[in-house]
């Protein structure tokens, strides 16, 4: 029985020229660059961000809170023919990190991987601007540029949560 609804069911969507078809992802905003990133990737598919926890670890060492949760949005995009980045949201902070991965020595051990912890920041609550009608420098950001990025990184990026840390005294030469 199910198999003859079925079937009559598809000879009147044929017959009537139905079709299905599945949408095209929305394409990227410009958020915070100059021209729209031609697609998100997932980081962990590149070498230079494969120890991307470790990175977070040693970012939160350097410039962070020990004591509690740090918690980070990542997302990655491909900007050019061959220009990768990841753009690490970073909650307890509330910075913006744009970090280009790290070289072969940072990616080939734990203590090495500091490259997100010397990425260039921006400070979510100083850095923001309304409008870009005056040069905004290296850190400033225009907030709804900003915003679209984490909406973004929030909708398609990966969560993390670096656990708290042993004081400095007690942890390595962070």
């Known amino acids: 029985m ?5 079937f009559a069911l598809c000879c009147v ?8 078809s599945v949408a095209a992802p929305a394409p990227l905003s410009k958020m915070i660059y100059a021209q729209a990133p031609v697609q998100r990737i997932e980081p962990l ?8 926890e470790a990175e977070l670890r040693n970012t ?17 995009y491909l900007l050019g023919r061959r220009t990768v980045e990841t753009v690490l ?5 509330q910075s913006l990190i744009r970090w280009w991965g790290g070289d ?15 990425s260039p920041f921006t400070d979510l609550r100083t850095d923001l601007v309304e409008d870009d009608r005056y040069p905004l420098g290296t850190r400033a950001i225009v907030r709804a540029d900003a915003e679209a990025l984490i909406a973004d990184c929030r909708a398609h990026g990966r ?12 942890d390595d030469e962070y």
């Open 89 to 93: 949201i970073w909650d307890n902070a």
């Open 159 to 170: 969560q993390y949560t670096v656990p708290p840390l042993p004081p400095k005294g007690e």
């Open 13 to 20: 969507l044929a017959g009537m020229g139905a079709s299905v």
């Open 104 to 118: 072969a020595l940072a990616t080939s051990e734990e203590r090495y991987a500091v490259s997100a912890s010397f």
């Open 2 to 6: 199910r198999s003859r609804l079925l």
């Open 45 to 52: 598919d590149y070498p230079q961000f494969k120890l991307i």
């Open 60 to 76: 939160v060492r350097r410039h962070g809170d020990r004591s509690v949760p740090n918690r980070f949005c990542a997302v990655g």
